[in-house]
């Protein structure tokens, strides 16, 4: 079988404590064009990243020492926006919620597939890609609610403070933006953001969706910007009505 040559700058960090399967994935990554690198836990992560830089980090979360959520959080209050995709038993539902809160790109429960992980390091990777969404555009801002969301510096401010937004999550509030008031099923977003070709899945679509709201809601659980249309799709409402009053 012919091995696949190593990708430019394409480098997986796998932080796991079982050297089984970091072996595993060491090996079966690099097959896959990866290159990739490895850690027993999470202590010393960060001053690991200043030294060499992943394209993105597969944590456990079940380590000693330094578990993965201690670790993920110290890297997300760097502002270190480094993707990862968390590793967790079946069982832990509440660290996974806890996990993708404080700034996980995925996650995937033990024991799974090489072929799913790969899957979604793709995924991952491809979302927070976005190509177009580096090409700053010559537009007006913005403004809902508090909100202002500039085009030419590809930034989001509440009140005039500067809020964290991924290329992913501002790529994705641009296109809801720019389709203001209309029904997007998780399907025509990926289309619009990744090309209908994309390995880009719902799952993923909803994860940014869910981050999105958590930074325009006090409440992400009662949406007023970014509201769901059920068994249809999202749709973006600049003024907060609700969104079952929309046609189309």
Do not use: C
């Not at 992560?45 to 670790?71: C, N, Q, S, Y």
């Not at 976005?130 to 403004?143: F, G, I, K, L, S």
């Not at 998780?186 to 070709?197: K, P, Q």
Request: glycine fraction near 6%.
């Amino acid at each position: 079988m012919t091995t696949l040559p190593v990708r430019t700058n394409m480098k997986i960090l796998v932080v796991d404590d079982d050297p089984d399967l970091r072996d595993l994935l060491r090996e079966y990554l690099s097959r896959h064009g990866f290159s990739v690198a490895v850690m027993h836990d999470g202590d010393g992560l960060a001053a690991r990243l200043e030294r060499e830089r992943p394209a993105l980090i597969v944590l456990d979360l079940m380590m000693p020492k330094v578990d993965g959520l201690t670790a993920l959080r110290d890297l997300r209050a760097r502002n270190d926006d480094v993707p990862v995709i968390l590793l967790t038993a079946r069982s832990d539902e509440i660290d996974r919620i806890v996990g993708l809160e404080i700034g996980a790109d995925d996650y995937l429960g033990k024991p799974f597939s090489p072929r799913e992980l790969l899957a979604r390091i793709n995924a991952v990777l491809r979302r927070r890609k976005m190509p177009d969404a580096a090409v700053p555009e010559q537009r007006e801002n913005y403004t809902f609610g508090p909100f202002v969301l500039d085009f030419r510096s590809r930034t989001l401010t509440r009140d005039a403070q500067l809020l964290t937004l991924s290329d992913g999550e501002y790529g994705l509030l641009r296109l809801l933006v720019n389709h203001a008031m209309q029904v997007l099923s998780r399907e025509r977003i990926i289309e619009l953001l990744y090309g209908a070709d994309s390995d880009v899945n719902d799952r993923g679509i909803d994860v940014q969706i869910w981050r999105l709201r958590r930074l325009l809601d006090e409440d992400a659980q009662s949406p007023r910007f970014i509201q769901t249309v059920r068994g249809r799709g999202y749709i973006f409402v600049p003024d907060g009505q609700h969104a079952d009053m929309v046609t189309g």
